[in-house]
């Protein structure tokens, strides 16, 4: 297997399907019956009031929760358990903390076995892209929380995923640092070819990123809408809102 690791070596976004699609706790459904199709390459926004049910959907993208109902097919195949191809970023950084930079972005590559110097080439890559050069030797305790989502960004998508799934990565982060990461991430994405899906509850932050924004609430999707198409972005705005 030939592992893509540079930056400028994106592979091909991942198509997810959902079909029929309900998910739940011990019994209780938070979902039911969701029909949805993420384009590959596409990045594909959530929002929804607290409790709709926006995490759940998105460990059941990462194949941390089976279906309780309905299937989610990545690309042919029914998601089963996680992959390599579908990358999760969460609000908690979960970085190693007692690996510094360098070492936490290899992390991927070195579970895929990859070798040490196409590891420090695409770790070297990676921090440039994500704006950590000069930080590569400091621990995660040694850097701000922008910093540590940059590192979860490069990590994320050092081993090229096909899919990166995202569960409000920059809630947790000050409204300057959430503008700079915004960025950043739109930076990164520009170069990747990774279908994103986003949660978050911000619906300014979903109008920035989205090529398409889906409610969740009611216990189902209650609307899925195209952003880069729209031309009055106040009217779809309002339309969030009032969907929220
Ligand atoms: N591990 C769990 N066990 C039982 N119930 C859970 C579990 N995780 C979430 N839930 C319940 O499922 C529902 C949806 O939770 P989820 O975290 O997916 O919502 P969310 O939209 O992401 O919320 P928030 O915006 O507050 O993060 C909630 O009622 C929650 O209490």
Not at 13 to 36: A, F, K, N
Not at 48 to 59: C, F, N, P
Not at 217 to 228: C, N, P
Request: charged share 25%.
């Amino acid at each position: 297997m030939t592992t893509l690791v540079r930056p400028e070596q994106a592979q091909a976004g991942l198509g997810l399907t959902l079909e029929r699609l309900s998910l739940g706790y011990g019994g209780d459904l938070v979902v039911r019956e969701i029909d949805l199709e993420i384009v590959a390459g596409e990045v594909l926004v959530i929002v929804g009031a607290s409790g709709s049910g926006k995490s759940t959907l998105l460990r059941s993208l990462a194949g941390l929760l089976p279906p309780a109902g309905g299937r989610i097919l990545a690309g042919d195949a029914e998601i089963t358990g996680t992959s390599a191809e579908r990358a999760m970023v969460f609000q908690d950084d979960g970085l190693l903390p007692w690996r510094d930079v360098r070492r936490n972005i290899e992390l991927p590559l070195r579970i895929r076995k990859v070798g040490r110097r196409e590891r420090a080439a695409a770790a070297r890559a990676w921090i440039e892209r994500v704006g950590l050069a000069g930080s590569e030797d400091r621990l995660p305790r040694e850097l701000s929380g922008g910093m540590r989502q940059r590192v979860q960004l490069a990590r994320a998508l050092v081993a090229a995923p096909r899919a990166v799934l995202m569960d409000e990565p920059f809630g947790a982060l000050d409204a300057q640092t959430r503008a700079q990461m915004q960025q950043v991430l739109l930076d990164v994405l520009r170069d990747t070819r990774a279908t994103v899906v986003f949660v978050t509850h911000d619906v300014d932050e979903a109008l920035l990123l989205a090529d398409r924004v889906a409610v969740l609430g009611g216990h189902g999707l209650r609307a899925v809408l195209d952003v880069r198409g729209a031309g009055d972005r106040a009217a779809l705005r309002d339309r969030i809102l009032k969907e929220l």
